[in-house]
């Protein structure tokens, strides 16, 4: 079983800053992805980053530019730099991992219960 944990929300005013964050913990042999998802009140799930294999993130178009440097270090940990923020950018913001337990085996997808981000003045 994997377990996600975020943090890094808040109230920031329109142009400010924020870093989310999401550690994984558990039992993990291998994690492939790691993605940003938020979900604004009466919109659907929007997929904001994902990171997988190695490579660069990708990014929504909604959010590049704003949302540089986002990534995963080797403590199983995935942040979300959100510079620029807007009240477009309010919403509830999910961390989502696709995770094996052990060599061979199958992955899973997991899901952290989310972070309240709020741009307000």
């Known amino acids: 079983q994997v377990h996600l944990v975020e943090s890094g929300g808040g109230l920031v005013q329109p142009g400010g800053s924020l870093r989310l964050s999401c550690a994984a913990s558990?039992?993990?042999?291998?994690?492939?992805?790691m993605r940003w998802h938020r979900r604004a009140p009466g919109k659907e799930r929007e997929l904001v980053a994902s990171?997988?294999?190695?490579?660069?993130?990708n990014y929504a178009d909604s959010v590049k530019g704003r949302f540089p440097n986002s990534g995963a270090n080797a403590k199983n940990t995935v942040y979300l730099q959100m510079n620029r923020l807007n009240p477009e950018d309010a919403a509830v913001y999910y961390c989502?991992?696709?995770?094996?337990?052990?060599?061979?085996?199958?992955?899973?997808?997991?899901w952290g219960q989310g972070t309240q981000v709020t741009v307000s003045s």
């Open positions: 990171i997988a294999g190695g490579a660069n993130p």
């Open positions: 558990g039992s993990i042999f291998r994690i492939s992805a």
């Open positions: 989502h991992v696709d995770a094996v337990s052990s060599r061979g085996g199958i992955y899973k997808s997991y």
